[in-house]
């Protein structure tokens, strides 16, 4: 079956532009998560879905960044005037549920470039 | 809070010798342990995990981890490798019942002919 999957795979962006990214998690998961890699390291956690609001946003990292999911399926991460540190592959992942039996399915991530 | 540490950034073997990718955890309460695997341009993917049931734990691939408390480790091992296990190796904790996952720096493994 499909699994998650995450638009643009790129995007190259000035500094102070605005972005969005987009994330459509696997038919009939719940649970949606955002997570931020940057080079060299491993991905960090930024906020959690659960239907349609956001549980927990505490790994967002200021108040440029904001994530919907309106409808509890395809979500979105917004970053207001972007800045060079923003630059990450910027992965989504969804599990049908938060236990941690439920594994979470990482889709191939937007690789994001303020310049 | 827990954290992870993989002892090393880079492990090249020769195709068909084993591979050990090491890591040790951090964690205030009964972990759950994972490893992840990334090739490039690919999602990350679920290697194995470890719950809290049997120690010993066998994932895909042929890879395998133990879960040893008293040495808060849980390295992968793999008999044999294969060209197509060359890839960045992440090991993953999160507390019993966390949703979040915190993932180690990774580790990437390249397979020599």
């Known amino acids: 079956g499909a699994g998650v999957s995450q638009t643009p795979s790129n995007k190259v962006t000035e500094k102070g532009k605005y972005v969005e990214l987009r994330c459509d998690p696997i038919?009939?998961?719940?649970?949606l998560y955002w997570y931020r890699q940057s080079l060299g390291q491993g991905p960090e956690f930024l906020i959690y879905?659960?239907?349609?609001?956001?549980?927990?946003d505490s790994g967002l990292p200021n108040d440029r960044f904001f994530a919907v999911r309106p409808e509890g399926s395809v979500s979105t991460l917004k970053i207001q005037r972007t800045e060079r540190g923003d630059s990450a592959v910027y992965l989504c992942?969804?599990?049908?549920?938060?236990?941690?039996?439920?594994?979470?399915?990482f889709g191939p991530g937007t690789r994001l470039l303020v310049l | 809070a827990q954290s992870v540490t993989q002892l090393d950034s880079h492990v090249s073997v020769s195709e068909g010798t084993p591979v050990l990718l090491r890591c040790n955890y951090s964690?205030?309460?009964?972990?759950?342990l994972f490893w992840y695997v990334q090739h490039p341009n690919k999602g990350l993917q679920l290697l194995l995990k470890y719950t809290s049931a049997a120690t010993l734990v066998k994932g895909i691939n042929g890879f395998e981890a133990e879960f040893k408390k008293s040495e808060t480790s849980f390295h992968l091992t793999k008999p044999s490798a294969h060209m197509s296990d060359a890839a960045e190796y992440f090991c993953?904790?999160?507390?019993?019942?966390?949703?979040?996952?915190?993932f180690g720096a990774g580790t990437t493994v390249t397979v020599r002919a």
């Open positions: 038919s009939g998961h719940t649970a």
């Open positions: 992942a969804s599990s049908l549920g938060t236990a941690v039996e439920e594994t979470q399915y």
């Open positions: 879905f659960q239907g349609t609001g956001a549980a927990d």
């Open positions: 993953v904790v999160s507390d019993l019942d966390d949703y979040k996952l915190s």
């Open positions: 964690s205030s309460y009964s972990p759950s």
